[in-house]
């Protein structure tokens, strides 16, 4: 948030320089664009470069310096190596701020930058070179968050500061929104065909439980009705009405004939 508001001051600034009045010279505007593009905090040069006043610069001897401002609104330090012989002199806070802006870029879509690509883009000759500038001039400078692996040689990317939209990017931009859209509502669609079946199968399991219980109640009860109705040769069971439960009475035994003593038989007196 700080580098944010940060940049809306620095811009905001720049932009009240070169707006201000109609006796800047060529000179004095190109001074300006060098003080910008120089500037330690400033990443963002797309308000400065759409401003009217800089149109006095064309065709004078200053021209080129609406191109270097173009590059450091949309381009890196590739683009200034390859066209090197058609622009202005860039001073070592330039280059330094042209070398920012490329890792920049390059972070927009790669999360994981090697060692190799970043040395072959900055023009940096050796890792020890390579590291310092990531620390120093990247990470403590707030525009990017990472992690050096030196193991694995890459820079894993956490945060990048935006820069200015190319030409030709918005409309990029609005379509990878609208497929990302159309893809969220497929998959909203699809969730919700999910929660529509495992509702319609809770209500199909909970009736289900149901007639099962029913079932068995009925199974209860018409094994309830036999066992009341049932034949029993040792005793005789009674329902109650009330409660069904069930009681048992047995039979009074039948008691066994008490036998005669045998001496009583054979006349033998007791």
Not at 90 to 111: C, F, H, M, Y
Not at 136 to 157: H, P, S, W
Not at 159 to 187: C, K, Y
Not at 232 to 253: I, N, T
Request: net charge negative; aromatic share 8%; charged share 25%.
């Amino acid at each position: 948030m700080e580098i944010e508001e940060n940049q809306a001051h620095l811009i905001d600034h720049f932009v009240k320089q070169v707006s201000s009045g109609t006796d800047h010279t060529p000179s004095s505007l190109a001074n300006l664009i060098v003080e910008a593009t120089s500037h330690s905090s400033l990443f963002a040069f797309s308000e400065i470069l759409a401003l009217p006043n800089l149109l006095q610069l064309q065709g004078t001897e200053y021209s080129g310096y609406i191109d270097v401002l173009r590059l450091f609104a949309h381009g890196g330090w590739r683009d200034y190596k390859s066209n090197a012989g058609l622009l202005p002199l860039l001073v070592p806070d330039q280059i330094l701020k042209l070398k920012q802006l490329s890792v920049l870029t390059l972070a927009e879509t790669n999360k994981v930058l090697s060692y190799d690509q970043l040395l072959e883009e900055l023009d940096i000759s050796n890792v020890r070179e390579l590291e310092d500038f990531l620390i120093n001039e990247c990470i403590y400078a707030g525009i990017v968050k990472g992690k050096l692996d030196q193991k694995q040689r890459r820079f894993e990317v956490q945060f990048a500061a935006g820069r200015d939209l190319r030409p030709g990017q918005l409309d990029n931009m609005i379509q990878t929104l609208g497929n990302w859209l159309e893809n969220s509502d497929n998959v909203l669609l699809t969730i919700q065909e999910k929660i529509n079946w495992a509702e319609t199968k809770s209500v199909s399991d909970m009736k289900h439980q149901e007639e099962v219980k029913e079932k068995v109640e009925e199974v209860k009860k018409s094994l309830s009705l036999k066992g009341c109705n049932g034949n029993r040769p040792l005793g005789k069971m009674m329902c109650s009405e009330s409660d069904e439960e069930m009681e048992f009475y047995e039979h009074d035994r039948i008691q066994p004939k008490r036998r005669r003593p045998l001496r009583h038989f054979y006349g033998l007196k007791p």
